[in-house]
């Protein structure tokens, strides 16, 4: 069964950075597929964030581009989030997810609350 | 950015009654169209796929029509373990989705 775990802190100060852990069990990242990062705000908005794709090339939402980064483990069959110089617009569930190249995504992590809070 | 209007925000629906969830896109997705059922607490779970196709597991009570900017999804004879939130989401052009619909019972 695949699975999608994500982790990491649950409180970030303004204006540092956002690291998130994507753990996946029962399918290895560079077998296929796009990995994404998607984020859900409070009021229900969500927001794709970007991906890495299972041969570690990346792709980012215009509007983050500046501050994402994301990057991968495949020893540890992991990807990663960091999102740089977080505000508290940056508040939101953060999620990570599988999808076919470029089409919907079949496999979601439970997903992970983060404040951005001083 | 391709924007996804979803309506209604929320709605209200008896047991056994046909709802009906719409999405309209600001330009035409070519059927570039998923839906999403999620409880809370829990992960999003893929419903339909290219507007119209049954995700596997999928109960055949739900179904998804639609075309260039029009799109809807479609749960007939409600149950009880449907009452979840439901999205859209087009992936024509990177992927954006729509705000969303919270589904109650009657």
């Known amino acids: 069964e695949i699975q999608l775990q994500e982790s990491g802190p649950g409180l970030v100060k303004p204006s540092q950075s956002l690291s998130l852990t994507c753990s996946v069990t029962?399918?290895?990242?560079?077998?296929?597929?796009?990995w994404s990062w998607i984020r859900k705000f409070p009021g229900n908005k969500m927001e794709w964030m970007g991906y890495i794709s299972n041969s570690g090339s990346t792709n980012y939402n215009p509007s983050l581009k500046i501050r994402i980064s994301i990057t991968r483990d495949t020893s540890k069959n992991q990807f990663f989030l960091q999102l740089n110089s977080v505000t508290t617009e940056d508040t939101a569930t953060y999620y990570c997810?599988?999808?076919?190249?470029?089409?919907?995504?079949?496999?979601w992590g439970q997903g992970v609350m983060v404040t951005v809070s001083s | 950015d391709i924007q996804m209007t979803q309506s209604p925000a929320s709605l209200s629906a008896s047991l056994g009654e046909t709802v009906t969830i719409e999405c309209r896109a600001s330009?035409?997705?070519?059927?570039?169209l998923a839906w999403y059922q999620q409880k809370p607490g829990n992960s999003p779970q893929l419903l339909i796929y290219d507007a119209n196709s049954l995700a596997d597991g999928v109960p055949s009570r739900f179904s998804g029509s639609g075309s260039g900017t029009q799109y809807s999804l479609k749960i007939n004879s409600l149950q009880s373990e449907d009452v979840a939130s439901y999205f859209c989401?087009?992936?024509?052009?990177?992927?954006?989705f729509g705000g969303g619909t919270k589904l109650e019972l009657k």
């Open positions: 989401q087009q992936y024509n052009n990177y992927w954006t």
């Open positions: 029962g399918y290895t990242i560079t077998s296929g597929y796009d």
């Open positions: 330009e035409d997705i070519y059927s570039n």
């Open positions: 997810a599988r999808s076919p190249l470029l089409q919907w995504f079949d496999y």
